[in-house]
């Protein structure tokens, strides 16, 4: 009787770890609205800027909107596994860009978006409230590092 009690229990144990561990490997703190916070974030050009970032089974649907502050707007999307492997920019009206992202996911919290012009560390804070992405360009003079940028959103509470 005592061995098929601590087998049950091995067993409801077990399997609430994995339903934990499945849960924090299908979905991420980072998925939802996001709204450029410029008082919170570095002087980078950007006059407007929000992602939104959905969860489509395995995968990450990012969509960008962004304003720069010569006028010019810019909206793009594109889908990821987030294991690193690159995908092109596509803009919202179908056409495709020259551009793609490379992001591997680090944890519920954190990803990398690594292309060959720029590395971009993504961070959700510990409140969920904020997503800071620090931004650093690739190309430079030798011995003229560029500077980090970084970005600060503010979740965008769902309507």
């Known amino acids: 009787m ?11 144990l077990a399997n609430s770890s994995l339903a934990v561990c499945q849960g924090t490997a299908s979905s991420g703190d980072f998925v939802g609205a996001w709204k450029l916070n410029t008082d919170k ?5 950007i006059e407007r800027e929000s992602i939104q970032i959905d969860s489509q089974g395995d995968q990450y649907k990012f969509v960008y ?14 889908v ?32 990398v978006d690594d292309t060959k012009f720029l590395h971009e560390d993504y961070e959700v804070s510990s ?13 430079q003079d030798p011995g003229k590092p560029l500077p980090v940028v970084k970005s600060v ?6 309507e």
């Open 80 to 111: 990821t596994d987030m294991k690193g492997e690159c995908v092109p920019h596509t803009l919202v009206n179908g056409k495709p860009m020259s551009s793609n992202s490379c992001i591997t996911r680090s944890s519920p919290r954190k990803f």
């Open 2 to 12: 005592n061995k098929m009690l601590l087998l049950l229990a091995g067993c409801l």
């Open 65 to 78: 909107d962004r304003l720069g502050e010569n006028g010019t707007e810019l909206n793009w999307w594109f």
């Open 127 to 139: 409140d969920s409230r904020q997503l800071i992405v620090h931004t650093q360009l690739k190309l």
């Open 153 to 158: 959103f503010d979740r965008v509470a769902n």
């Open 41 to 45: 974030s570095s002087h980078s050009g």
